[in-house]
């Protein structure tokens, strides 16, 4: 997947992405994206195992799917935790409409932005937000506000992508077309474990590498469109790429003893729980 994030304080840079430009994008895969995602189940399952049999006190607890894109984890959290209210999140209306039209009556939607949910301060038991932050201009901020939203011993799950990500095919590109950037940028672990250390304290880091294979580079480039997931940088090309480019770019992209392809992504997890009231 392509995804950038923005240090708080860093200045806006041309291979930024426009939020209309996230909400347009994800909105026009929201038919295919389920079928294409991978990287997502892997970091997600993850993220459930990590809730693991988590119980509160409340009869009736809130959870929230944050970035639900077509909610499946929404659906899936509704099932692991049948007596909670679960509300789905996400910038994109049309993901929205998918998620709304494809999933139970008592599951509530809303189109909001990360970075100000209109939600009381802790009023929230798990949130739970699956490679959703990289997309957002200041994730410092969201992830404040993940805390604010959180109630006494909620807890916070959360993937997101870093530096090094997708570098099989941003090298390809670099040779079939020097200076133009087509992969976005990734915040490093270290900027990461900051931002944690400063509004999340206590909370959890973990990375590692998760490696997917395709048939070919245009098969993992399909893959990324199919999720929404294309370059969205404002210097992007507002023109289909030169065939000759994409076949140099296919050409220089390594392959394997198979002929195949891998694309490499570095992968992060938080994990952060609130204190409770008796501690």
């Not at 026009?28 to 049999?53: P, V």
């Not at 090309?237 to 030169?242: G, L």
Request: proline share 6%; glycine share 8%.
């Amino acid at each position: 997947m392509d995804v950038l994030m923005r240090s708080p304080g860093e200045s806006q840079r041309n291979d930024q992405p426009r939020k209309q430009d996230i909400a347009r994008d994800f909105g026009g895969a929201s038919e295919t994206y389920e079928s294409a995602s991978r990287l997502q189940r892997h970091m997600g399952n993850i993220m459930l195992d990590r809730l693991g049999h988590w119980r509160t006190r409340r009869d009736k607890p809130e959870i929230l799917d944050l970035g639900c894109g077509t909610g499946w984890y929404t659906r899936t959290l509704r099932q692991a935790y049948p007596e909670a209210h679960v509300t789905g999140v996400d910038l994109s209306p049309g993901m929205i409409g998918h998620a709304r039209s494809n999933s139970p009556a008592d599951i509530d939607w809303l189109v909001a932005d990360a970075g100000c949910i209109p939600f009381p301060d802790s009023s929230v038991d798990i949130v739970f937000s699956n490679l959703m932050i990289q997309w957002c201009e200041r994730p410092l901020s969201v992830l404040a506000e993940c805390r604010r939203l959180l109630r006494p011993g909620g807890v916070l799950v959360c993937s997101t992508l870093l530096d090094g990500t997708l570098r099989e095919l941003e090298q390809a590109w670099a040779k079939a077309d020097p200076g133009r950037r087509h992969v976005n940028r990734f915040e490093a672990a270290s900027a990461i474990k900051r931002m944690v250390d400063e509004v999340l304290p206590g909370g959890e880091v973990t990375t590692g590498t998760v490696t997917l294979d395709y048939a070919s580079p245009l098969a993992l480039t399909r893959e990324l469109k199919s999720l929404g997931a294309g370059y969205k940088g404002q210097d992007r090309r507002r023109t289909v790429t030169a065939p000759g480019r994409v076949r140099a770019m296919c050409a220089n992209y390594p392959r394997t003893r198979e002929d195949n392809v891998l694309a490499s992504y570095q992968a992060c997890w938080i994990n952060y729980q609130s204190p409770s009231l008796d501690c």
